[in-house]
C-alpha cells in the first residue's frame, strides 16, 4: 500500500465506523463515587472512633495513629474486594507530569499451600517502589534504589475499572530513602501547610477570633484534540512526539469562528458521555463540555475541590480521558500545539483559598473596599506575581508550552495579573493613599421584556491575561495541556505563603504603633502597591505595545521559551522563597531544574530526529515518486510535440533537495555534544535547532502542496481535523 491509499483506507474504515453505543445514562445519585472509599462509604464501614479519627485526618490533616490505620485497611479490602478487586496499588506521581503505579496482590502463602487475602495497616501506610529508575535529577544514584510510597489519607482511595480487572488505588507521595521529595504531591502538601500556617497569622492579627484550617482551591479547565486512530496510526509524529511535525494548512481552519461551542460531532459525543460517567464514578465532578476555538478541539472542565485532591483528579481525568478515547477509535492528543497554524491547548488553573470559617478568602463581596481580609489576600497574590513571575513562568515551561505561549490564543511569556475595572481602581486608590467608594456593574437591560435584566459582573474579563481575576478566584491562563497542575500549585501557595508572612510582619508592626485595624491594613496595602504595582495590567497583553511598556518601563521580563525559563529554579530568590517555607529544600529545587531542563532537551531531541527520520524515509521518496512520474509524463509529452509546463516538475525538484539540504544540517547540528552547561544546551537547541527543523518543515509543507494527492503519505490536516 503506497501514497495515498493507507488515507483513503482510513477515510473508509472512518466514515463507515458502525456507531458505539454505551448505556443509557444513570442518574447521577446512583453512579456519583460509587468506586471511591471516600468518608461516606468509610463511616458505613468504621467504627465511631475510627471513623472520627480518620474524618479528622481527612479533614483537618491531622496525625492518623496506627491502629486506625490497621482499622481502615481493613475495611477498605473488604469494600474493594467486594468489586472483585485482587490488587491494590500505590498509585504516585513523579516529576514526570505522569502517573506510576505499582500493583501487589492482597494474597500470601500459608506453610500448609493455602492461601488468604491481606491488608493491613503497615502494607495500606508504606510501598517500596525504585527511588532511582524515575526522574530525580541526581538526589539519588543508580545504587541507591531505594524508595518509598506513603499513603495520603486526604486523597481518597478507588477502583480503577477496566476491561482486564480492577485495581484498587491508593494515592500516595513518593520519596526517597533519604526523605527528600521525588514526586509532585509531597511538595503541594508542603505549601498549602505553608499557606495554612502564614494565613492563620495574618487573620488572628486581624482580629478573628475563630481560624479553621485554610486550604487552596483548584478547578482545571482541560482542552484536548481528538484524531481519529486511522490517522493518527499513520502519523509517526503523532504517536512518539504528541504533536505534528508536518503538515500544510487546511483551506479551512477556525477562521470563521463556527467550531468554538458549535454543536458537539455526534461520535464525540457519545465519547464525552462514555468519559463523563466513568468520572462520575470516580468522584470527579465534570460540570462542563463544549466545543473549543479549533477544529477538532473540545474542552472539560470539572467542578473546584480542595487543590490536593483536584490535583490527584486531574491526573486520573487524563488517564481516564486517553483510554475511554482509544475504546472510541480516537487518539487524545494533550499536546500543547498538536496543529500549526491553530489554536493549541491549555489547563486554565482556577485557583482561590479559604475555609470554613472565613471562607473563600479571594471573594470581594459586593462592597470590596470594605472587605479588608479579601483585599490583603488579594494584594498578597499581586505581591507574590510580581516578585515571583519567573518563577511561574518556569512552573509552566515544557518544549510544548513554548509553541503555545505567546501566539494569539494563549497569555504571553509575561506575567502580569489583571484585576478589573473595579478592583484595579481600588488598588490604584490605595496606591494613591485614598479609598473611595466603588460602582458595581450595574444592571443589564437589553430593552426586551422577554429578557429578564440581571445584575453585570463589576469587571470584564482578560483572555489575554496570563494570570486573571476572574470574580471570586485568579486564572492562571498559561498552564499546559499536558502538564500536572500541581507544579502552578506549588509556586502559587508558596508565594502567597510568602506574601502572607510578610503582611503579617507589616501589619504587627502598624498595630503594635497604635494604628487602628483599618489604618493599618491602608498603610501595609499603600507600601505594597507602591513596590509591586507594576504587575497589574488590564490591557492587551498580545499587544506589541505592552511587551515594550512591560520590560522597559515596568521592569517586568519577556520569557519566551522554557530555555530562558528554567534557570529561575536556580535564582537565589526563589532558593530562599522555598526553604524559609520548609516547602523545598535546595537539593530538591535543584533536582527540579535538572529533570526538567533534562525533559526539555530530550523532547526536543526526540522531535529533531523524527523529522530527519520522517523527511528522509516518508516524505522524500514520495516527492521523487512524484518527480519521476512527472517527468515521465513530460518526456511522454515532448515526444508528441506538446510542450508541457515543467514549473511544478522544478518546484517538487527545488523543495525536495532543500528539504534534504536542510536535513543534512540538522543531522549534523544533532551531532553536538560539547556542551558548557545545561543552560548552553537549552539554548542551543532553542536557538539552533529548533530553527533547522523548522526549515525542513517549511519545505516539507510546501512539497504538500505540489505533490499529487494519490502520492501524499501523511495523513493531511484537512482530514485529521474535520473527519469525524
Known amino acids: 500500500m503506497s501514497g495515498n491509499e493507507s488515507r483513503l483506507q482510513a477515510i473508509y474504515q472512518i466514515t463507515n465506523r458502525e456507531p458505539m453505543l454505551v448505556d443509557k445514562p444513570k442518574s447521577l445519585n446512583k453512579i456519583w463515587a460509587s468506586d471511591v472509599f471516600n468518608l461516606a462509604k468509610m463511616e458505613e464501614a468504621l467504627s465511631k472512633n475510627a471513623y472520627k479519627s480518620i474524618k479528622k485526618t481527612v479533614q483537618t490533616g491531622a496525625p492518623l495513629d496506627a491502629a486506625t490505620a490497621d482499622v481502615v485497611a481493613a475495611a477498605m479490602k473488604e469494600w474493594a474486594t467486594k468489586k472483585g478487586v485482587k490488587f491494590f496499588s500505590h498509585i504516585f506521581y513523579p516529576m514526570t507530569n505522569a502517573t506510576a503505579e505499582k500493583h501487589d496482590g492482597f494474597v500470601i502463602t500459608s506453610p500448609d499451600g493455602s492461601c488468604i487475602t491481606e491488608f493491613t495497616g503497615s502494607l495500606l501506610i508504606k510501598g517500596e517502589p525504585d527511588g532511582s529508575s524515575f526522574p530525580n535529577g541526581s538526589l539519588r544514584m543508580t545504587n541507591a534504589a531505594r524508595g518509598y510510597t506513603a499513603w495520603d489519607p486526604t486523597s481518597p482511595a478507588y477502583v480503577m475499572q477496566t476491561d482486564n480487572g480492577a485495581t484498587l488505588m491508593i494515592p500516595s507521595v513518593f520519596m526517597s530513602w533519604t526523605g527528600e521529595a521525588l514526586d509532585k504531591k509531597i511538595p503541594l502538601l508542603r505549601s498549602n501547610s505553608a499557606m495554612n500556617d502564614a494565613a492563620q497569622k495574618v487573620l488572628k492579627l486581624m482580629g478573628e477570633e475563630k481560624v479553621a484550617p485554610l486550604n487552596s482551591s483548584c478547578g482545571a479547565e482541560q482542552e484536548y484534540f481528538l484524531v481519529d486512530s486511522n490517522f493518527a496510526n499513520s502519523r509517526p509524529d503523532l504517536l512518539l512526539a504528541g504533536r505534528t511535525l508536518f503538515g500544510a494548512a487546511s483551506a ?293 505595545e505592552w511587551h515594550e511598556a512591560a520590560v522597559k518601563e515596568r521592569g517586568l521580563k519577556n520569557i519566551p521559551t522554557t530555555a530562558d525559563a528554567l534557570p529561575a529554579f536556580k535564582e537565589a530568590s526563589v532558593k530562599t522563597l522555598f526553604e524559609s517555607t520548609g516547602v523545598l529544600s535546595a537539593a530538591e529545587l535543584e533536582s527540579r531544574y535538572e529533570v526538567y531542563s533534562e525533559q526539555y532537551i530530550l523532547s526536543i531531541e526526540v522531535e529533531a530526529k523524527l523529522v530527519v527520520d520522517m523527511a528522509k524515509t516518508i516524505i522524500f521518496p514520495a516527492a521523487s515518486n512524484y518527480l519521476m512520474d512527472l517527468a515521465s509524463t513530460h518526456s511522454g509529452m515532448s515526444q508528441l510535440g506538446i510542450d508541457f509546463d515543467k514549473s511544478s516538475a522544478e518546484s517538487v525538484a527545488s523543495h525536495s533537495n532543500a528539504m534534504m539540504g536542510a536535513v543534512a544540517k540538522l543531522s549534523e547540528a544533532l551531532e553536538k555534544e560539547d556542551f558548557a552547561s545545561t543552560e548552553a544546551h537549552m539554548q542551543y537547541l532553542a536557538k539552533d535547532i529548533l530553527p533547522l527543523m523548522n526549515e525542513v518543515r517549511e519545505h516539507a509543507d510546501a512539497l504538500e502542496g505540489e505533490v499529487s494527492d494519490d502520492m501524499w503519505p501523511l495523513a493531511k490536516y484537512r482530514e485529521m481535523l474535520f473527519i469525524k
Open 252 to 544: 479551512k481552519g477556525q477562521e470563521f469562528d463556527d467550531h468554538y461551542f458549535g454543536a458537539i460531532p455526534a461520535r464525540v459525543q457519545v465519547f464525552m458521555q462514555d468519559f463523563e460517567d466513568k468520572l462520575y464514578r470516580l468522584g470527579i465532578p465534570a460540570k462542563t463540555h463544549h466545543n473549543e476555538v479549533a477544529p477538532g478541539q473540545f474542552e472539560i472542565a470539572p467542578y473546584y475541590e480542595a487543590a490536593n485532591v483536584a490535583a490527584d483528579h486531574q491526573q486520573l481525568l487524563m488517564t481516564v480521558m486517553k483510554m475511554t478515547a482509544k475504546e472510541h477509535g480516537f487518539l487524545c492528543l494533550l499536546h500543547e500545539k498538536p496543529f500549526a497554524g491553530i489554536n493549541g491547548s491549555g489547563k486554565h488553573v482556577n485557583w482561590s483559598v479559604g475555609n470554613a470559617t472565613q471562607g473563600n478568602l479571594l471573594d470581594p463581596g459586593t462592597t470590596p473596599n470594605e472587605n479588608l481580609n479579601f483585599l490583603l489576600f488579594c494584594g498578597a497574590v499581586i505581591r507574590g506575581v510580581h516578585l515571583y513571575g519567573p518563577l511561574l513562568r518556569a512552573v509552566i515551561a515544557s518544549a510544548g508550552n513554548d509553541h503555545r505561549l505567546g501566539a494569539n490564543e494563549a497569555p504571553p511569556a509575561i506575567l502580569s495579573v489583571y484585576l478589573g475595572d473595579q478592583l484595579e481602581k481600588v488598588y490604584n486608590d490605595i496606591k494613591d493613599g485614598k479609598l473611595e467608594a466603588v460602582a458595581g456593574g450595574g444592571e443589564m437591560d437589553l430593552g426586551l421584556s422577554q429578557i429578564l435584566n440581571f445584575t453585570r459582573d463589576p469587571g470584564d474579563r482578560n483572555r489575554t491575561s496570563p494570570f486573571a481575576f476572574t470574580g471570586n478566584r485568579f486564572e492562571f491562563r498559561a498552564v499546559g495541556s499536558a502538564a500536572s497542575v500541581s507544579g502552578p500549585l506549588v509556586a502559587m501557595n508558596t508565594m502567597l505563603a510568602d506574601s502572607l508572612n510578610w503582611i503579617a510582619e507589616e501589619l504587627e508592626a502598624e498595630l503594635s504603633g497604635g494604628a487602628d485595624k483599618n489604618a493599618a491594613v491602608m498603610s501595609v496595602l499603600n507600601k505594597l502597591m507602591k513596590a509591586h504595582g507594576n504587575a497589574v495590567f488590564g490591557g492587551d497583553g498580545y499587544s506589541s
